[in-house]
């Protein structure tokens, strides 16, 4: 049974920093495409951005430049690193494992 459990959510001002981390257990986490989604209230889940097994990364324009996905194999873990936040930033998110499994959210709010 694949489980992930996020973390690092919470309620920052304009322009700050968050990092997100996924943790992921009963899977060969390296073998796996991992990825971060968003959903805002009112709105369809979005992908944020992935990560291959061999670390190519890809991301949503609204994030570029601002947001960085990694990971860490041995840990098993995935992080998303979110600077220059904007309230537009403001959803829960989701990590995702691409065998078709999801995390349970954390919330992320943005605003002074």
């Given at each position: 049974?694949?489980q992930?459990?996020?973390s690092g959510g919470g309620?920052?001002?304009?322009?700050g920093?968050?990092r997100?981390?996924?943790?992921?257990s009963?899977?060969?986490f390296?073998?796996?495409?991992?990825?971060?989604?968003r959903?805002?209230?009112?709105k369809?889940r979005?992908?944020?951005?992935?990560?291959t097994s061999?670390?190519?990364?890809?991301?949503?324009?609204s994030v570029?430049g601002?947001?960085?996905?990694?990971r860490?194999?041995?840990?098993?873990?995935?992080y998303?690193?979110?600077n220059?936040?904007?309230?537009?930033d403001?959803?829960?998110?989701f990590?995702?494992?691409?065998?078709?499994?999801w995390?349970?959210?954390t919330?992320?709010?943005v605003?002074s």
């Open positions: 049974q694949v992930l459990v996020e309620l920052v001002q304009p322009g920093s968050l997100l981390s996924c943790v992921v009963g899977s060969i390296s073998n796996y495409i991992m990825g971060w989604y959903q805002a209230p009112g369809q979005e992908l944020v951005a992935h990560i061999d670390s190519r990364t890809n991301y949503a324009d570029k601002r947001f960085t996905i990694s860490d194999n041995a840990k098993s873990t995935v998303l690193q979110m220059s936040l904007k309230p537009e403001t959803a829960i998110y990590c995702y494992h691409f065998s078709g499994h995390g349970q959210g919330q992320v709010t605003s």
